[in-house]
């Protein structure tokens, strides 16, 4: 297997689960965010506010492309990585793409504390994340290989249901 590739909405444990995986399968972790931010060296909402969101995307497809080319990696992608089409396309055609599927209502309780989510500062994060779901729901499911239930709060569970559909 060259690549894993985790994708879902923020708060759907693509991070945790991606870990894990990784040291169970014998591969290497990388997240897309965390990458992003070691190469600007600051947090993505600083990212957001001096390049916009736009600024954003452009550099998360530069390091989709360059992470989809390595052998043995678990890839964590933002939640927002799917909203590209071209980004859809690497995803799609060089790993096998995972789908963390997690209810909106439980995204959002996982979610509801978090500064770290530009695209949540709003008056209403909460409808934010339902409407997000609603828009990128089709998009995970238009690229996955195999869809998981990652809304139950184990993660051993997630992790046995992917290994068990790799098999
Ligand atoms: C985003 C999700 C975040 C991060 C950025 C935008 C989104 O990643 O890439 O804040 O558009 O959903 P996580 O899914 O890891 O939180």
Redesign the pocket.
Known sequence: MERLILV?????G??TIGRELAKRCGMRFV???HE?EARTGVK??TI?EIEGEEG?RRR?TQVIDELTRIDGLVI??????V?RAENRAMLAERGVVIYLNVPPQVLWER?RRDR????LQVSNPRERIFS?HQQ?DPLYREIADIVVDGGRGNPGGTIRQIQKALE
């Not at 964590?76 to 990585?81: C, S, Y």
């Not at 770290?116 to 695209?119: A, D, T, V």
């Open positions: 879902g909405m923020m708060g759907a693509k991070t997240d897309c965010d992003i993505i909402p957001f954003f998360e964590a992608t933002g939640g927002g990585a909203m979610t770290n989510r530009p695209l997000l990128r």
